[in-house]
């Protein structure tokens, strides 16, 4: 097996009395996509801090490149493009400008610079806007832009905090198709989402994040393969969804259950034979179900398996 | 070459905003003008109505001209004095009559009306008036006692009386109270210049670490981190972009005071190393505030609130003479006075490079101190 791009052991950070990553150890292999998927407050974005060398580790250490990753490693973080989940851009900055001035800070000389700057904004598909102030941009454009930078340097690891965050449908899109052909070239990417469909669709394997802890790792089937014959049942309705869902919690075909907007999320064994007495104990609890959907597994389902909380919550 | 692309880039930012340019550049010129035309000239002047026609009369009002601390303006009628003396326009009025020469000639007494206002300054102009009138006057004097022993006309016997003073073995030397040479006179705005090129020099420095702040709020500075420049090429580059600009407000400051108003700004390596040195004190005061606060809103007002009671307190704004002495040790807590100093030594005294020596030392060393301040804070709220 080739050497891992990035390899990370036992990464551990507080923050006051809040442990924000607990032990978190994972591998990527070069052109391999790897997601972080875990809802807000996860850990997520500590991990990447570290990863992308912004962040000292309490314990614990990452490697990127066979090179040690501090804060202060120039070497380690040559080989990382990172893209914020913000809009790290000068506004006032022409797309060109922008892409010029970060490819100088990545070592480019001014030649190197300027053909990947032209290059880059191809990819991004701004070069008919390249000098227009970024201001002028549409949210979709500045994020294409904000992922652009990362790429300047052809890095080995591409860092993406959440970038699809506060885009609409089309960009995102647009912004899903660029990670992917990423991925074809032969660039390994880290990615963190709260969108269990954006790790389905981009990443060749998925860890788990919840508390800071990564829960479990593996490719989308190892880890619906973790449910054995469960089912994802999803039922709609009002009333005291919160005490419904822990009424729901204690039928022993139901693994997990978890209110959130308007529904109950229940993780099943056996659905259809289970099915008359969740929605008995549902409406005992004083929920009037209004529809019942149940789905096939899906890492949204591994989820609440492994932490008995949705993605959303 | 990441620290010129850094500062590329904010020499870019900076001047794209239009109002940075009026800011920077203008308004501190506006009010060199501003400053120097209210509380620059400290002559006196007066107001002269000569109505007699001959050379002792001309003499006259060219002697109230050359006499220190007073300027005389004519006019064409005692009315016009008068009212210019009453609304202040003038500090004092003198009227030389008609036949003034000829009852000299004829060793007649001379009658001159004098209007002064009840003002401050009336006591010094009446004897700077009185000091030019009695000069001539002796002059006079003795003039007419040779053209009574040689027989020869006035003017003539006028003439050898000023060649004699000439040739006088007797000459005066001024010097200040610690022996050196007394401080030469100076221009109008040449005291407001150099006062105001550091309080804005600070100002402008302080209110910059806005950018800092913007910078950081939009996660432009963590990502430049997240490249492979360290923490501290970071910072040269923001520093040494926002030192250029301070640089090329305070050449700007120097060019035009010197080519509009006729500023003198003394010995050039002592007036650059002062300018060099204080710039990079502000430009290391605004990047340390720019670390300390999260907010533009906080930055800007705290800026501007320090950046001026730094120049309050270190004689930008009134010169660090008129304060009481502890007052002035006081004062010294602050760049501005080293800096004051050193203009002083340079323009007032008239010094060369090695008189601001020990005050260009003192700001660099204020400068190390902040620089490194800076320095740590940026990297730990980066980090953090």
Known sequence: MSEPVLRCQGLRKRFGD?????????????????????????????????????????????????????????????????????????????????????????????????????????????????????????????????????????????????????????????ILESVEQLGERGMAVLYTTHYMEEAERLCDRVGIIDHGELKAEGTREELVALLGEHDKVHLMGTGSLEAAANACARIGAVDAASAGDGSIELLVKGASAALPEILTTASEAGVSVHSVEVEAPNLEAVFLHLTGRALRD | MKVLAIVRTELTRTFRWRANIFFLLIMPMGLILLLGVAFGNSNARVGVVNRGDGALAGQLVKALGNEPGLDARSYGSQGSMEKAVERGYVSAGLVIPSRFDARIQAGKPVALRYFGRPDSLAPQ??????????????????????????????????????????????????????GGKYPKSQGQFDRSASTQLLLFVFLSALTGSVWLIETRRLG?????????????????????????????????????????????????????????????????????????????????????????????????????????????????VTPHAWANDAFNHLLVNGGGFGTVLLDVAILCGYAVVLLTLATWRLRRVLTA
């Open chain 1, 18 to 174: 809040i442990q924000a990553v607990n032990g978190v150890s994972f591998e990527i292999a070069p052109g391999e996509s790897y997601g972080l998927l875990g809802p807000n407050g996860a850990g997520k974005t500590t991990t990447i801090s570290i990863v992308a060398g912004l962040l000292e580790a309490d314990a614990g250490e990452a490697f990127v490149a066979g090179e040690r990753l501090t804060t202060r490693s120039v070497a380690a973080k040559a080989a990382i493009g990172f893209v914020p989940q913000e809009l790290a851009i000068y506004p006032d900055l022409t797309a060109h400008e922008n892409l010029s001035f970060f490819a100088r800070l990545y070592g480019l000389s001014a030649k190197q610079a300027r053909a990947r700057t032209e290059e880059v904004l191809e990819v991004i598909g701004l070069s008919e806007r390249a000098d227009d102030q970024a201001k002028t941009y549409s949210g979709g454009m500045k994020r294409r832009l904000n992922i652009g930078i990362g790429l300047l340097h052809e890095p080995k690891l591409l860092i993406l905090d959440e970038p699809t965050v506060g885009v609409d449908p089309q960009s995102r899109n647009a």
């Open chain 2, 125 to 178: 102009v009446r004897i700077a008036v009185e000091s030019a009138v009695s000069a001539q006057g002796s002059d006079i004097a003795a003039a007419q006692i040779v053209r009574s022993a040689r027989k020869t006309s006035l003017q003539s016997a006028l003439g050898r009386v000023k060649a004699v003073k000439v040739a006088a073995p007797v000459s005066v030397q001024l010097l200040s109270a610690k």
């Open chain 2, 220 to 332: 432009v500075a963590r990502r430049m981190l997240s490249t492979p420049s360290s923490a501290r090429e970071i910072l040269l580059g923001i520093v040494i972009g926002r030192w250029v600009i301070t640089l090329m407000q305070s050449l700007l400051i120097v060019l035009f005071s010197w080519l509009v108003f006729s500023v003198s700004w003394g010995n050039p390596l002592g007036t650059a190393a002062v300018i060099l040195s204080f710039s990079l004190v502000a430009v290391g005061a605004g990047v340390l505030i720019g670390t300390l606060f999260s907010s533009e809103q906080q930055a800007g007002p705290v800026g501007m609130i320090v950046g001026l009671t730094f120049a309050a307190i270190g004689g930008s704004m009134a010169p660090l003479d008129a304060f009481p002495t502890t007052v002035r040790k006081v004062a010294h």
